[in-house]
């Protein structure tokens, strides 16, 4: 395609944001709501109070992190028909005193260094454009205690599990996708991005390279999914 990614990525997910959340949980059987909650129990460990939620969509892993007591999450998306969802959402739930969502870009946070105690994203990061940079900036607005949490799409590697996802994944879900949200290029999208991350040790070791410490792997779901831990120094 001859527009650049981030610019194919803001213009498929505002087509589908009417549709998302509804699609998110049908197509994972609701797998999804259990991943974030983990993921969130994982980031709680160390107590952050101030959380940045990368590519937050329509705010639901930012909604899922009040439960870990928070004083303030920023949520950040260049998608604006998902963010407006998103803050629906808040507002109905009265968090908007902790949680505000707006504009912004991954691989450009427009926060200053050390700002954040810990910086989350699920199903983000295979749609940065620069992955590394994104990284790069992620570890640049944590504190020096601070820690990242990454929830994201794998590929499973186990008979018989590997072989249903991947048919599920190319045929099914793109099929629904179509049929449900009217756009069959987000759900053609979907596997292709999979199949591009650098999942499991490869994605622990770009996180090395741009500075984190003590990263972690967890797979979730038979692979299905995986949660990625670093933190910005060796505590």
Not at 82 to 101: A, C, H, P, V
Not at 139 to 146: A, K, P, S
């Amino acid at each position: 395609m001859t527009k650049g990614k981030k610019q194919q990525v803001r213009m498929m997910f505002n087509g589908i944001a009417h549709r998302y959340d509804f699609l998110n949980h049908f197509l994972s059987a609701g797998i999804d709501y259990s991943w974030r909650r983990k993921a969130i129990r994982l980031l709680g460990k160390k107590e952050p109070k101030t959380i940045l939620d990368v590519a937050t969509g329509t705010g639901d892993l930012a909604i899922e992190a009040i439960k870990i007591n928070p004083t303030k999450i920023v949520g950040i998306d260049i998608a604006e028909d998902m963010l407006e969802i998103g803050r629906q959402k808040i507002n109905k739930k009265q968090l908007s005193d902790i949680i505000s969502l707006q504009n912004g870009d991954s691989e450009d946070i427009k926060f200053e260094d050390f700002y954040f105690d810990a910086v989350m994203v699920s199903f983000g990061v295979r749609n940065f454009e620069n992955l590394e940079k994104g990284l790069f900036e992620m570890y640049r607005v944590l504190n020096e205690n601070g820690q990242v949490m990454i929830l994201e799409f794998s590929k499973p590697q186990k008979f018989p599990v590997k072989q249903f996802y991947n048919f599920y994944f190319r045929y099914i879900l793109p099929f629904l996708g179509r049929i449900i949200s009217g756009d069959a290029s987000a759900y053609t999208y979907l596997p292709d991005s999979v199949g591009k991350f650098p999942a499991g040790k490869d994605f622990t070791q770009l996180l090395e390279k741009v500075g984190f410490k003590n990263t972690q792997h967890i797979p979730l779901t038979f692979g299905i999914a995986s949660i990625y831990l670093g933190n910005k120094s060796f505590q």
